[in-house]
């Protein structure tokens, strides 16, 4: 996933699912975090955000990006976990995000 330096004010939405990557996961009665972290360090998170639920059925899920979330360019990687009281956390798979300076124009643009 790319997302590019100083973008801020935009949902980052995703779709949270069992581990067959493909039947949605129930978030009904759940919370759900952001989480974001250098490779380098995995154990400073630089985001740890609360997200919205937009279809808990449907495991769907929003953050907000916040200015200066995403203000230094270089790879990093995220994940999304579910909460719920009294019960084991969800650690979904992190994935990585590229941070880039800029957007690279299309060609013919």
């Known amino acids: 996933m790319i997302i590019y330096k100083g973008t801020f004010g935009v949902p980052f939405a995703w779709k949270l699912c069992q581990p067959d990557g493909k039947t949605p996961y129930n978030l009904e009665g759940k919370t759900v ?19 919205v639920i937009t279809d808990a059925e449907e495991g769907k899920v929003e953050y907000l990006i916040k200015k200066g979330e995403f203000d230094k360019h270089g790879e990093y990687w995220a994940q999304f976990v579910a909460f719920e009281e009294d ?17 690279v124009p299309q060609e013919g643009a």
Request: hydrophobic share 40%; glycine share 2%; with cysteine.
């Open 87 to 103: 019960v084991d956390n969800v650690p979904f798979t992190p994935f990585l995000i590229q941070v880039r300076n800029t957007a």
């Open 33 to 51: 975090t952001f989480r974001l972290w250098r490779q380098t360090d995995p154990n400073e998170l630089l985001i740890n955000g609360k997200c």
